[in-house]
């Protein structure tokens, strides 16, 4: 597999550039939930505002750029608007963040995201003042990484920073292409997830945990691969752990499993054998007919599973057991729930897990964003989890030793 070295010395960073009167360009990662038009959680938008608020002291004129949700890429979608997150950004910075127009003329397919109109209000920005651009998604091209809508946007700036680590495994217009147009610089929270995942791999106090969960076995098996290089302990849960179980002969019964990785599943246990990790699968199973809030739920050992029900999160058995390998870690890497935790009956698998992550003292603690971010919010633990990375994805695929575009492209700029 192999091996990226990601140390913060192959990038520049924002302070090392004069950015005083000059327009910086500034990719974030601003794809927030939304409920009626409110942001429901903005974690991501409080990450990004120490590079903004840094630019804004040292005098920049900083153009904010993102992407939010799956528009079609065909023009303005107003349930797709950055409007919601202008709003939430304006209180935080105690100042109107002015969201730039997503304008369509009467002979374009496309908006017009860098035109005439927008570079008007850029040229219009004070030192340290703020402009959003509309959703990049409104136009195909940001997905299709098009060399001309990233001149485009290189048009609006003098320089350009990457501060969205959560889109640094997307090779889009604005993450990738734009830095063959504009000296380009990682931002703060770029900086950070990148020297605080890269740690875990090189210099892990130990014993070092990984947790993994989800819901696929295909999401997860490079990632598997790559840690059992370097972990202590393994635990696996989440409908992922089915597949698993599986290849050991046991029942699953109507459970989520992937027979086609079957044999990547038998290649993983046969390897945590041969370098000696511990590695840890339930021992026992909350099970239910069908899924719902209301479904009547059993716990299951591992010789008990009936055919016609499925595991939806592990066991208080196997919560245990989680929680004493936790216990004695000294570095834990947490990605993904142990079952469907959005749900009351099937939450306390992964309720254990963050509490037992949450409650070590003086160990390096790392969740590695998406659903396990959340679940760690949902709890009220947030605060006790020693870094919540941004990016899910990304971070998986940083771990598992495929370079990110985004962070390949600051580093070759």
């Not at 605060?383 to 899910?392: A, C, D, Q, R, V």
Request: aromatic residues 6%; negative net charge.
């Amino acid at each position: 597999m192999p091996r990226i070295d990601m140390q913060r010395t192959d990038m520049q960073r924002i302070d090392s550039a004069d950015v005083r009167g000059k327009r910086v360009l500034v990719r974030v990662d601003f794809n927030v939930p939304l409920s009626e038009g409110t942001v429901c959680d903005d974690t991501r938008i409080r990450a990004a505002l120490p590079t903004i608020n840094y630019l804004r002291a040292q005098g920049a004129r900083i153009i904010l750029m993102s992407h939010l949700g799956r528009p079609s890429g065909e023009g303005f979608e107003a349930e797709y608007s950055l409007a919601p997150v202008a709003r939430v950004l304006s209180r935080l910075l105690g100042e109107e963040v002015a969201l730039a127009p997503a304008l369509v003329e009467p002979e374009e397919a496309a908006p017009a995201l860098a035109g005439p109109e927008v570079a008007a209000l850029v040229d219009g920005l004070g030192e340290g003042e703020v402009l959003l651009l509309e959703n990049l998604r409104f136009d195909a091209r940001e997905k299709s990484n098009s060399a001309e809508f990233a001149a485009e946007l290189a048009e609006l700036a003098d320089l350009y920073v990457n501060d969205a680590f959560g889109a640094a495994h997307r090779a889009h217009a604005s993450v990738e292409a734009i830095t063959h147009f504009l000296p380009a610089y990682a931002g703060f929270l770029m900086d950070k997830e990148i020297s605080t995942l890269t740690a875990l791999l090189d210099e892990p106090k130990r014993p070092f945990v990984a947790i993994l969960g989800g819901s696929k076995v295909s999401d997860k098996i490079k990632v598997l691969d790559a840690l059992l290089e370097k972990v202590d302990s393994l635990l696996i849960g989440g409908g992922m752990c089915f597949t698993f179980l599986r290849v050991q002969g046991y029942e699953i019964g109507a459970s989520l499993y992937q027979e086609e990785f079957e044999e990547s599943a038998r290649a993983v246990l046969k390897k945590a054998r041969e370098r000696g990790v511990q590695l840890l699968l339930p021992i026992d199973i909350v099970a239910a007919p069908y899924l719902a809030e209301d479904a009547p739920t059993r716990i299951c050992s591992l010789d008990e599973m009936d055919t016609a029900l499925l595991g939806l999160d592990i066991g208080p058995a196997t919560c245990e057991l989680y929680a004493r390998a936790i216990s004695k870690a000294q570095t834990v890497f947490w990605n993904g729930p142990m079952g469907v935790f959005e749900l009351k009956p099937f939450e306390a698998g992964t309720r254990a897990v963050a509490k037992a992550v949450a409650g070590l003292q003086g160990a390096t603690t790392v969740v590695g964003g998406g659903d396990s971010a959340a679940a760690v919010k949902a709890f009220g633990l947030e605060e006790k989890i020693g870094f919540i990375s941004t990016g899910g994805g990304a971070s998986m695929q940083l771990l598992e030793g495929t370079p990110l575009p985004g962070v390949e492209a600051l580093k070759t700029n």
